[in-house]
């Protein structure tokens, strides 16, 4: 996470220090999000994470992660979907990512896993790369079959 290409569509700028990165996802966040690494079986280091925080009832939102190192070897794809299997075991009716109109491959994903897109958002965010536009991509319990989108 401390590339530059790795952060470019995330709401700041590359982690320069672990702590820096630890402080980020603390356990003590009192945020709403939840954050689980992505690790290769059988290996120590993360290579990226998965997050989830409840907008209300019934209702998700998700962000991920991946290290450049990793891109399009499917580690997010199947974290995401792990994630989304969860969240729809627990209960969740809907959730939601806020994707960069930029990060094609983001996007790419999430219509793969089923996601629809739902809004765009006019200069939502103002990040490290200047003022952005957030496009809204939605998924229903009811539309969700698990491990079937490639």
């Known amino acids: 996470m401390s590339h530059a290409d790795s952060m470019r569509y995330w709401s700041r700028g590359p982690f320069i220090q672990v702590d820096e990165l630890r402080n980020y996802f603390a356990p003590e966040d009192t945020s ?3 954050t689980w690494a992505i690790v290769k079986v059988g290996e120590d280091q993360a290579i990226g994470f998965v997050a989830a925080s409840t907008k209300r009832k019934g209702v998700s939102e998700i962000g991920y992660l991946v290290a450049r190192e ?3 070897h ?4 199947e974290a995401i ?5 969860t969240l729809f075991a627990q209960g969740q009716r809907r959730i939601v990512a806020d994707v960069d109109p930029d990060n ?6 999430l219509r793969a896993l089923g ?3 739902e809004g765009h958002l006019r200069a939502e965010w103002e990040t490290h790369i200047g003022l952005r536009d957030s496009l809204i991509y939605g998924l229903l319990a009811e539309e969700w079959q698990f491990g079937t989108a490639d």
Do not use: T
């Open 32 to 34: 709403g999000w939840k």
């Open 70 to 72: 990793v891109l399009g």
């Open 74 to 77: 499917g580690y997010g794809r």
């Open 81 to 85: 979907r792990l994630l989304i299997g």
């Open 104 to 109: 094609e491959q983001s996007i790419a994903l």
């Open 115 to 117: 996601f629809k897109l």
